[in-house]
């Protein structure tokens, strides 16, 4: 089992950064696949990205040229660098990790850490 403790939401205006960052313990994660997902209210989750252990990075179209993901395996760590922040990225991000044999969206999940772009 694998627990995740996000860290790093807050409240930021338009145009600003966001680092988001997710410890995992429990495991070692470095095999794993680790992502990002967001939901805002009345919206379904969704992913926002994520990156193999070798690190190859997926992104949601949405999100391209102004996410970045990165880990740390020595720190078991993932991160969400978020930049050129809009009010529609407003939601409660969550971190994934998933064994790579694992479908997109399975795996262990952390509580959430809300992020809000408001002027």
């Known amino acids: 089992q694998v627990q995740l403790v996000e860290s790093g939401g807050g409240l930021v205006q338009p145009g600003g950064s966001l680092r988001l960052s997710c410890a995992a313990s429990?495991?070692?994660?470095?095999?794993?696949?680790m992502g990002w997902y967001r939901q805002a209210p009345g919206k379904q989750r969704e992913l926002v990205a994520d990156?193999?252990?070798?690190?190859?990075?997926n992104y949601a179209d949405v999100v391209k040229g102004r996410f970045t993901i990165s880990r740390d395996n020595a720190k078991n760590t993932v991160y969400l660098q978020m930049n050129d922040l809009k009010p529609e990225d407003t939601a409660v991000y969550y971190c994934n990790a998933r064994a790579s044999t694992v479908v997109r969206g399975g795996g262990s999940w952390g509580q959430g850490t809300q992020v809000t772009v408001s002027s």
């Open positions: 429990g495991r070692i994660v470095s095999l794993y696949v």
């Open positions: 990156i193999t252990s070798g690190g190859r990075q």
